[in-house]
């Protein structure tokens, strides 16, 4: 038997993006953006610098994984394949090429869109489980590649060494120069997490990323189409993780195929599920509890890496929809009260 839900498709559709609110919302993130950037300035240490330089790294990596797992519904498991095509073309190309660093930068999100096309096309051809799959295995397969890729310039198991500083305007940011790359980075990961929660998310292809999402069949019955919007998630999702690639070698100099390792895989499900998928801003309060506290685990070891996985664990079990879906339960207990 049909139930109302069933008989109405509209009901499907649980999520509403639309640009209700976005000015309010825009001003309230852009207020603390400012906080954060004044933080930078009151800090005195350093190391506590680096930790919040990595946090805003991996906040465009983590929206953007957002952006094709948590509000288009793809089980997409390459995400730190287009940060890898990222830092190591963006090194590459200042390395060998002479490019500056900013324009290595753009052309490795042109790089990291491309490499996302080449998975997105298979991809299409998959559903659910089978994405995630396909998706894992090409991120198993690349560490070979780039230890084999030696000749090619590609560093092998030592990875490429001695990548240029950041080049502004002629003023060379050391990687010792805290400050600068707090501000740097910042304002980086502040713009490319506005533009796809408060751009892409909030405009047509959002929409019909979560119509997808939340009822596919509905979504292609008033012309929402599947392939076009997906294989726009892959290309969206991987550039701007490429953007985050190249930052993140300028600022280490060095790039390694341990971007690819086990740690920092684990440790993005981690800020995945700490902070819940397809609920802004949950993914990304997910990365500063996450990065902080992988840095108070330091003197754990190798057990920091037990530890992140029966966080997982318990996560998924005990609070599935992360601290997002905390928040929301609890804005929906005030209502009813």
Known sequence: MKTSRQDDPTQLISSVFTGRGLLRDS???WIVVAGLALLGALIGDNYIRHVFILVFIWCIVI??????LGYAGIFNYAQLVFFAVG?????MLSIYAGFTPLLSIACAAIFGGAVGALIAIPSLRLKGEYVALFTFAVHLALPPVIQQGKAIGMGGHTGLLGVPWLNLFGYQVSTIDKLTWFWVSLAFGAVCVYVIYFVVLRGRMGLAFVAMRDAGTFAQSIGV????????????????TAIAGGIYAHYTTVVTPKILGTEFFLMAMVMIAVGGMGRFPGAILGVFVVVIGNELLRSFDDYRLLLLGVAVVVLVIFFPNGLAGLTRRRRADGDRA
Do not use: Q
């Open 87 to 91: 830092a190591y073309s963006s090194a």
């Open 27 to 29: 001003v309230i993130y």
């Open 225 to 240: 189409n599947e392939n076009k919007y997906k294989f726009l998630a892959f290309v969206v999702s991987a550039v701007f």
């Open 63 to 68: 929206a953007s994984w957002d952006l094709i």
